[in-house]
C-alpha cells in the first residue's frame, strides 16, 4: 500500500487543480477572506483505544484535531459538522458526555456545529469537518519555507498529550507578524511532518539537535519557519534552518534522519 504522501502525489496528477496538500484547503470567499476546510477522523482501535479515556475527553479530542489544523493556517475556527457512527456500546448518557466535551471546546474557540450526520457501526467512528477563515491570500500554507529561514516549534515534543490546547492563538499571532514562512501541526511525529513541509517547499533542512522521543507524534504543537533574522514568539523552541538540497532530506550533524513517524498507511 502507498504511503500517505505517495497517496496525496497521485491525487494531484489526476487532479492538478486540486489544492491537496495543506492542512486545510483555502477557498477565496469574497474580496477580503478565504475559507479554510478541513476534516479529520477519530477511530476507535486507530486512533484512541476507550479504555482510561471518558467519553467527554473523546469528544473534545474529535474536535481538537480539526481545530489544530485551521491553528496551522493561521486561521480563526467558525462552523463545526459532526458526522458520528455509533457502537451498541455507546450509552445515552456516554452520548451525552462525548457531546460535552466536543461542545466545551466549540464554545472556547467560538465555533459552531451547523450540522452533520449519525449512523451506526461495530467501532466508534467520529468525522469532523470544521470550516474557518483567514485574510484573503494570508493563511500559512507549509510550501512557504525558504533556504535561510529558521525552523521553530511552538512547544516541547514527546509528551503527546490527550487534552491538548489547539494553538489557534499562535497561528493567528503568526500570520499578523508577516515573518512566518511556513507552517503545519506536528501530529505524526517530528522527522515525517518536517520532511512533508520541505517536500512541499522544495528544500532540506539541517537541525541543530534530534532525539528519537520527538517522532512519537500526536503532539499537535505547530512546525513553522520564520523568515531570517525575525524574533520567535514567546515559549517557540528554535530547532534548525532551511538549506538547500534534496527537497525533504534533514540532516543533523551531518547524519541523515530518516522521515520516520506515523503513517496512516504503514503504521509507525
Not at 459538522?81 to 445515552?92: D, N, S
Not at 529561514?149 to 503527546?160: K, P, Q
Amino acid at each position: 500500500m502507498p504511503s500517505e504522501l505517495e497517496l496525496i502525489q497521485q491525487l494531484r496528477r489526476r487532479m492538478p487543480d486540486s489544492p491537496l496538500g495543506d492542512d486545510c484547503a483555502v477557498i477565496p470567499h469574497g474580496p477580503r477572506e478565504d475559507l479554510l476546510f478541513t476534516t479529520d477522523f477519530l477511530i476507535e482501535d486507530v486512533h484512541f483505544r476507550r479504555r482510561g479515556r471518558s467519553a467527554a475527553d473523546i469528544g473534545y479530542r474529535a474536535l481538537a484535531r480539526s481545530l489544530s489544523d485551521i491553528a496551522a493556517m493561521g486561521g480563526e475556527p467558525r462552523w463545526a459538522m459532526l458526522a458520528l457512527a455509533l457502537p451498541p456500546w455507546a450509552t445515552r448518557r456516554w452520548i451525552d458526555g462525548f457531546y460535552e466535551g466536543f461542545l466545551e471546546l466549540a464554545k472556547e474557540y467560538g465555533t459552531t456545529l451547523i450540522g452533520g450526520d449519525l449512523s451506526h457501526t461495530e467501532k466508534l467512528i467520529a468525522d469532523v469537518m470544521v470550516c474557518g477563515v483567514a485574510p484573503r491570500g494570508q493563511a500559512l500554507p507549509r510550501s512557504g519555507a525558504r533556504v535561510g529561514d529558521a525552523i521553530y516549534v511552538s512547544g516541547e515534543l514527546g509528551r503527546g498529550r490527550w487534552r491538548f490546547v489547539p494553538q489557534v492563538a499562535l497561528g493567528r499571532k503568526l500570520r499578523e507578524s508577516g515573518a512566518a514562512t511556513a507552517c503545519m501541526d506536528v501530529s505524526d511525529g517530528l522527522a515525517i511532518d518536517l520532511h512533508r513541509m520541505c517536500v512541499e517547499s522544495g528544500v532540506a533542512a539541517e537541525l541543530d539537535s534530534f532525539r528519537a522521543s520527538w517522532n512519537r507524534g500526536e503532539d499537535y504543537e505547530l512546525l513553522f519557519t520564520l523568515r531570517p533574522g525575525a524574533r520567535a514568539p514567546r515559549g517557540a523552541i528554535r530547532l534548525g534552518r532551511i538549506v538547500a538540497g534534496e527537497p525533504g532530506r534533514i540532516t543533523c550533524g551531518g547524519r541523515e534522519i530518516p522521515p520516520v513517524g506515523y503513517d496512516h498507511f504503514r503504521g509507525s
